[in-house]
């Protein structure tokens, strides 16, 4: 990101700050959330899956951020998705019913889910195309310290002040640096003024990696750790250290990615990224030894990482710049319309045939989504109409 800060001081630290604090709010949320729920709501299988399902509407309602930001800049739509955010976790906090919780969780998911396709916009109509896998690897590292801040909070906090304490401290705070951030987000910043609003069938293998990507997402997301907490009973300080681990370990990962993808190319991180996920699924489905199961957790968070080869062959394939933010926005609503089955859909087959039925699923998609990476072309200019 050193070109960044020598061209654009301001953007440059808009990007860190916001991403800093969308991170660290978010993982707060996912470190105790099923804990949470488990703990002091007695949310079992099939109401989890219904609550993520509902978590997931906003990122399928992501594509009107395209029209958004035909009135308000990227900018300022980070630091409103991180005042919501704050607003959100507030709400968990307060959550004493399943009703509640997933009205909580919807107001977090909004916050969450409208923030990344702005920001990945604002990187990719910044920087050349040959430095954006760096950067974007680089901010994700960024995310990574951001989580392994937010996990030693949670291990050294929850006990002392309880979960609903933490979620209202943590979000008042997300919420205030999202007010100070939007007294930043004045003017272009050097990005284009205008955006259009236009999807093409010649990115139709970008939309089918996003719904694949997204189905594999939730299958993880969902049901990898309400594994670990209702199956083998892990505590929400043995999450808190697998999340501190990932945070570590992603520190370093993301960065090597970003520079990875830059050296070898999309398809061939995306195919390693798929390669890798049947094996991690499988052993979701068939390994009962606990140890080895924090491993594939780890490895499987890693492996999210390599996602980023899809933000960058967009930026490769896209007509114009000016529609990034668009396609950006349809990615992350495409990535969701899985969501709107799988935590549902998989619940139910978890309480009907079990774990190892719900993660055979994700091998499935995990073995096409690596038959369709091999379409992956990425031409050596940026095509012409």
């Known amino acids: 990101m050193r070109k960044l800060l020598e061209q654009n001081r301001g ?3 808009y990007l860190i700050v916001s991403s800093f604090l969308l991170n660290f709010g978010h993982r707060v949320w996912q470190a105790m959330f099923n804990n949470f729920a488990v703990e002091k709501i007695g949310v079992g299988p099939e109401a989890i899956g219904w609550i993520q399902s509902v978590r997931e509407l906003p990122g399928l309602m992501a594509f009107l951020l395209a029209f958004l930001a035909l009135v308000l800049s990227e900018l300022r739509i980070m630091a409103l998705s ?8 507030v709400f968990t906090g307060q959550a004493t019913s399943i009703p509640f919780l997933l009205v909580a969780t919807i107001v977090m998911s909004f916050g969450f889910h409208f923030f990344e396709p702005c920001s990945n916009g604002v990187v990719l109509m910044s920087i050349e195309r040959a430095e954006s896998p760096k950067v974007l690897g680089q901010l994700r590292s960024l995310g990574a310290i951001a989580a392994l801040t937010a996990t030693g909070v949670v291990y050294l906090l929850v006990d002392r002040l309880g979960y609903r304490a933490l979620f209202t401290i943590i979000g008042i705070a997300v919420a205030v640096g999202g007010v100070i951030l939007l007294t930043r987000a004045k003017g272009h910043h050097g990005l284009p003024p205008k955006r259009h609003v236009k999807l093409r069938k010649r990115y139709w293998l970008f939309y089918t990696l996003a719904f694949l990507m997204g189905s594999r997402r939730h299958i993880f997301t969902t049901f990898a ?6 199956t083998y009973g892990v505590n929400v300080q043995t999450m808190s250290i697998l999340f501190l681990v990932n945070a570590l370990i992603n520190t370093y990962v993301y960065q090597k990615v970003g520079k990875l993808v830059a050296k070898l190319g999309e398809r061939t991180m995306l195919t390693i990224a798929f390669a890798t996920l049947i094996p991690v699924f499988l052993g979701y489905a068939y390994v009962s030894i606990l140890p080895i ?3 594939l957790f780890v490895l499987d968070n890693m492996l999210f990482g390599f996602n980023l080869g899809l933000t960058t062959y967009l930026q490769k394939i896209a007509l114009t710049p000016e529609e990034l933010t668009s396609n950006l926005s349809a990615q992350t609503t495409i990535n969701h319309m899985s969501a709107v089955i799988i935590p549902v859909g998989g619940g139910t087959i978890w309480a009907l045939l079990g774990p190892q039925a719900t993660f055979m699923i994700g091998v499935a998609i995990a073995a096409i989504s690596l038959v369709l990476a091999q379409w992956i ?3 050596d200019a940026r095509p012409q109409e």
């Open 11 to 13: 953007l440059f630290v």
């Open 225 to 230: 750790p309400f594994l670990l907490v209702l």
């Open 82 to 89: 991180l005042v919501v955010l704050g607003v959100g976790l």
């Open 293 to 295: 199961l924090f491993v």
């Open 377 to 379: 072309r990425v031409p």
